[in-house]
């Protein structure tokens, strides 16, 4: 299973982005999926997830960002609305084989490579 992020880049506080994450080698609908991002000197934190029948999203960024499926793609996509200057973080998309949706880093066995997203004000 290998996870591929993209979609990152540098934009102005308010300004949309949207990541994408695609997986390779394994079947879209037999894992949950979530979105993690880090900024130095920070742990981890959670910013939303999406198993086969919910989706949940950190306080943070709750009525901002919209996590979806493409599963044509077999990607898990991250739109990224009003964006803040504290959003600025190393994004990583995450995967766990069941259906489960975990909020910490534990519960996800594959991590694709982050994609950097720098917020100015």
């Known amino acids: 299973v290998q996870l591929q992020a993209s979609g990152g880049g540098s934009v102005q506080a308010g300004d949309f982005l949207s990541l994408s994450c695609t997986l390779s080698g394994a079947s879209l609908e037999n894992y949950v999926l979530a979105w993690f991002r880090q900024s130095p000197g920070l742990e981890r934190e959670f910013v939303g997830g999406m198993s086969w029948n919910d989706v949940v999203y950190a306080d943070a960024v709750k009525g901002r960002f919209t996590i979806s499926r493409e599963y044509v793609k077999s990607a898990m996509l991250l739109q990224m609305n009003g964006l803040k200057p504290q959003d600025t973080a190393t994004y990583y998309c995450?995967?766990?084989?069941?259906?489960?949706?975990?909020?910490?880093?534990?519960?996800?066995?594959?991590w694709g490579h982050g994609t950097k997203v720098t917020v100015s004000s």
């Open positions: 995450a995967a766990s084989h069941g259906r489960i949706l975990h909020t910490t880093a534990e519960g996800y066995e594959y």
